[in-house]
């Protein structure tokens, strides 16, 4: 089948009687079009679209039930009368078992359904419901949710049926209400627990891990909390709004903190973009730590420049790309191959210096260099190690710290288990920490957030 296909008549009215809007209906009706043709035919492997199913899978039609949910674990011991002769509440916790899964969800596709028999007097609740992939629900399952009037209910699981032959196949549910359980029985199901999960449903549709032991559930939780907080906390003490961009406390500007922080900090928090105020940065960002960071693909760091100096922003009248940094200093990395040191201060008005300009326009002058950024003397001009330590840089591990040697491994690796270690000495101290050091440690922070996450949410 070709790509270029005509749909209506194969050939246009050739008669010059022929009116003009019937002319141009012709015309629309033989346009080509281009499609490709593999996408034409019916897909009756679903598994061709991965990612599409899921998604469907994850939004069945139905309403979207909360549950808690509780998947029995076996039957121990040797006396099993008590598992099936007595009440819920007087059977021997020894042969019952669950695994207690939090936050899960079901999709009911049909309204409970509610019989009431006036010649006994009773009633019962039931409904069909249907679970996710990854979930196998077994008969006289229970699960705790809303009973309605502030209630909680418990519905015991009466049949299951397997939608698919495959082993990612999702499961339809019958289910009975079974009472209103009192402190006794709530209590008695707690004993009863032997395994505590919790559902995450974003991984879920991201076809990863869907279902976490507590301790790792709860890690995730707090480095996503933490991820926002440190995002806001950053937006609400660096950004200066009459600049519009992020400044450090002291200092010079340094504009590829700015540019990572652009790109680290979701706009639906920021609700602003932080302005370049340094523009002329591109070679020198694709070597800095910064640009490795967001880098997935690289996991050394050897051919990173490791040095840093000041420049000041200089700029003509009618130059082009004016911004507040004129006349200002800000951070520029020093390429690993430089040996020397940067230019001698001189006049900006300076014939010989504007020649010196023409050749270098990032040329080291701390003339008119004012009280802003708010400092006593002029930066020194012999270039020194950018935000970490020269141990760092040059891979020496015994000689870096225990945050640089954090960070190396993660960057090495791609990945960081050891989620206790980032909350307890880092996140949860960061108010401690100077505000010029928390100017640079944030974003490492954030990177280091993005990196367990996507280790704990993948890891099995």
């Given at each position: 089948m070709p790509l270029i296909s005509h749909s209506g008549s194969s050939t246009p009215s050739s008669n010059p009687n022929t009116p003009t809007s019937e002319k141009l209906v012709n015309l629309l009706n033989n346009l080509p079009v281009v499609s490709n043709p593999a996408l034409d035919r019916m897909a009756f492997d679903t598994t061709q679209y991965p990612d599409v199913t899921n998604a469907i899978l994850g939004y069945m039609q139905g309403h979207r039930l909360p549950i808690t949910y509780f998947n029995q674990q076996g039957v121990?011991?040797?006396?099993?009368?008590?598992?099936?002769?007595?009440?819920?509440s007087e059977r021997h916790l020894l042969n019952t078992a669950y695994r207690r899964i939090n936050n899960y969800e079901i999709t009911l596709t049909t309204p409970w359904t509610f019989d009431y028999n006036p010649d006994t007097t009773e009633s019962s609740v039931s409904g069909d419901a249907l679970c996710y992939p990854g979930m196998n629900p077994l008969i006289n399952d229970i699960f705790l949710t809303n009973g309605g009037d502030n209630k909680l209910a418990l519905f015991k699981i009466t049949a299951v049926t397997p939608l698919?032959?495959?082993?990612?196949?999702?499961y339809q549910i019958h289910f009975s209400f079974y009472k209103f359980p009192q402190q006794q029985d709530l209590d008695l199901l707690q004993a009863a627990t032997v395994q505590v999960n919790?559902?995450?449903?974003?991984?879920?549709l991201d076809e990863v891990v869907s279902i976490f032991e507590e301790d790792r559930y709860q890690d995730l939780l707090t480095i996503r909390q933490f991820r926002t907080v440190l995002a806001q906390y950053y937006i609400n003490t660096f950004y200066n709004t009459n600049l519009d961009t992020y400044m450090p406390p002291s200092g010079p500007y340094d504009p590829y903190v700015v540019?990572?922080?652009?790109?680290?900090?979701?706009?639906?928090?920021?609700?602003?973009?932080?302005?370049?105020l340094q523009s002329n940065i591109e070679d020198s960002y694709a070597h800095s730590i910064w640009q490795r960071l967001s880098d997935r693909l690289t996991s050394t760091w050897d051919d990173v420049w490791a040095r840093q100096s000041w420049r000041t922003e200089i700029r003509?009248?009618?130059d082009v790309n004016i911004t507040p940094l004129v006349n200002h200093g800000y951070v520029i990395l020093v390429s690993n191959d430089y040996t020397g040191t940067p230019d001698a201060p001189c006049d900006p008005w300076d014939p010989a210096y504007a020649a010196l300009l023409e050749a270098d326009p990032g040329i080291y002058n701390i003339e008119n260099q004012g009280p802003w950024p708010l400092q006593e003397e002029g930066p020194d001009p012999t270039p020194t190690p950018y935000v970490l330590s020269a141990a760092f840089y040059a891979n020496t591990t015994a000689q870096m710290s225990a945050f640089e040697q954090m960070l190396a491994q993660a960057l090495a690796t791609r990945q960081w288990t050891d989620s206790q270690t980032l909350i307890n000495t880092y996140l949860n101290t960061y108010k401690s920490l100077s505000k010029s050091d928390q100017f640079y440690m944030i974003p490492f922070y954030l990177h280091l957030i993005d990196i367990t996450d996507a280790t704990l949410a993948r890891a099995i």
């Amino acid at each position: 089948m070709p790509l270029i296909s005509h749909s209506g008549s194969s050939t246009p009215s050739s008669n010059p009687n022929t009116p003009t809007s019937e002319k141009l209906v012709n015309l629309l009706n033989n346009l080509p079009v281009v499609s490709n043709p593999a996408l034409d035919r019916m897909a009756f492997d679903t598994t061709q679209y991965p990612d599409v199913t899921n998604a469907i899978l994850g939004y069945m039609q139905g309403h979207r039930l909360p549950i808690t949910y509780f998947n029995q674990q076996g039957v121990g011991g040797t006396d099993i009368r008590t598992n099936i002769a007595d009440s819920v509440s007087e059977r021997h916790l020894l042969n019952t078992a669950y695994r207690r899964i939090n936050n899960y969800e079901i999709t009911l596709t049909t309204p409970w359904t509610f019989d009431y028999n006036p010649d006994t007097t009773e009633s019962s609740v039931s409904g069909d419901a249907l679970c996710y992939p990854g979930m196998n629900p077994l008969i006289n399952d229970i699960f705790l949710t809303n009973g309605g009037d502030n209630k909680l209910a418990l519905f015991k699981i009466t049949a299951v049926t397997p939608l698919s032959w495959r082993n990612e196949r999702a499961y339809q549910i019958h289910f009975s209400f079974y009472k209103f359980p009192q402190q006794q029985d709530l209590d008695l199901l707690q004993a009863a627990t032997v395994q505590v999960n919790y559902f995450d449903k974003a991984n879920y549709l991201d076809e990863v891990v869907s279902i976490f032991e507590e301790d790792r559930y709860q890690d995730l939780l707090t480095i996503r909390q933490f991820r926002t907080v440190l995002a806001q906390y950053y937006i609400n003490t660096f950004y200066n709004t009459n600049l519009d961009t992020y400044m450090p406390p002291s200092g010079p500007y340094d504009p590829y903190v700015v540019r990572y922080m652009a790109s680290k900090v979701p706009f639906e928090i920021a609700m602003k973009r932080p302005r370049q105020l340094q523009s002329n940065i591109e070679d020198s960002y694709a070597h800095s730590i910064w640009q490795r960071l967001s880098d997935r693909l690289t996991s050394t760091w050897d051919d990173v420049w490791a040095r840093q100096s000041w420049r000041t922003e200089i700029r003509r009248s009618l130059d082009v790309n004016i911004t507040p940094l004129v006349n200002h200093g800000y951070v520029i990395l020093v390429s690993n191959d430089y040996t020397g040191t940067p230019d001698a201060p001189c006049d900006p008005w300076d014939p010989a210096y504007a020649a010196l300009l023409e050749a270098d326009p990032g040329i080291y002058n701390i003339e008119n260099q004012g009280p802003w950024p708010l400092q006593e003397e002029g930066p020194d001009p012999t270039p020194t190690p950018y935000v970490l330590s020269a141990a760092f840089y040059a891979n020496t591990t015994a000689q870096m710290s225990a945050f640089e040697q954090m960070l190396a491994q993660a960057l090495a690796t791609r990945q960081w288990t050891d989620s206790q270690t980032l909350i307890n000495t880092y996140l949860n101290t960061y108010k401690s920490l100077s505000k010029s050091d928390q100017f640079y440690m944030i974003p490492f922070y954030l990177h280091l957030i993005d990196i367990t996450d996507a280790t704990l949410a993948r890891a099995i």
